[in-house]
């Protein structure tokens, strides 16, 4: 023992005085963790739910687009104008020209029937050229349709409309989006909150298993002061336990998520093939890291009051 490094020997000390007041307390100890981690886990539900939406919505973006139709007196250099000063939008996914001669093209691959009736008419080509604006979300469309109705612009412009080839399927992918955007701005407000219920809530909860821990060995505690402990050797029993009881809380969390997302499914897949696909890794180590943090510092305010008094006085 005594060729052990003194930071060693704390750390082995303290480990076994932690791992020694959750066993004692293993009702509240098996408590303060499950809550701790409902919350967590309830927290990654509504987390996941926000990533689908926010999926949803690029997948959205990316078949509605703003079609804009040129005036036949519209040339390729003005063309490239129009094109150049939209790449400026960084909510612009994609811009893509369409000359005549291409949009007959593919008229005649897609409806052939079309372009022979151009042919057996005389009509020529009657197609405009036309820009292809993708966004990266459906909120953006208005701001670009505006921004292209600068007279500026507007004098080599014919039209512009959403989702050309169905006004009424436009209708309805429309209103899925807003109907997406409301439930992204709505779980955007119910993390926030998590967060700030989780901070409180969970150091609360911490602090609380604590506190009883304490009460329990002040006379311990007492002696512990009376031979001339330091603080920190006093403080360590307890940083270790409130360390595990963040670590273990944050594996339940996930525990749960498995066993629960399994049977949650989204288009023939469940939910927990979804989430761990995005960032599962590093949004593990965020809220390990988080709880822990929380859990020291909880921990730490709760021994501080018992540090200033004198604990053998009763």
Known sequence: MQ?????LYLLEKSLKLGLSNIWRNKILSL???????????????????????????????????????LKETTTQEQANTVINDLKNFKEIENVAYTSKEDALNQLKSTHPELSLSFEKYKLGNPLPASINITTTNPKYHKP???????????IYLSNIITDSNNSANSAIISSVSKNLLKLSDFTHQVIFWLIIIFIIGGALIILNALQITIFTRKHEIGVMKLVGASH?????????????????????????????????????????????????????????????????????????EYLKIDLLEN
């Not at 060729?3 to 930071?7: A, Q």
């Not at 919350?39 to 509605?64: G, W």
């Open 3 to 7: 060729n052990k490094p003194k930071v």
């Open 232 to 304: 920190w050797f006093i403080r360590s029993p307890f940083i270790i336990e409130s360390i595990i009881y963040g670590t273990l809380a944050v594996i339940l969390s996930f525990i749960m998520l498995f066993a629960l997302t399994q049977k949650i499914e989204i288009q023939n897949t469940n939910l927990w093939n979804y989430y761990s696909g995005i960032n599962f890794l590093t949004i593990f180590i965020i809220e390990l890291a988080v709880t822990i943090s929380l859990s020291i510092f909880s921990s730490i305010i709760a021994i501080h």
């Open 144 to 154: 670009v349709a505006d921004f292209l109705n600068q007279d500026k612009y507007k």
């Open 31 to 69: 408590a303060t963790i499950f809550v701790t981690g409902t919350i967590l886990f309830i927290f990654n539900i509504i987390l996941a739910i926000n990533f689908i939406s926010q999926d949803a919505l690029s997948d959205l973006s990316k078949k509605i687009d703003l079609t804009v139709y």
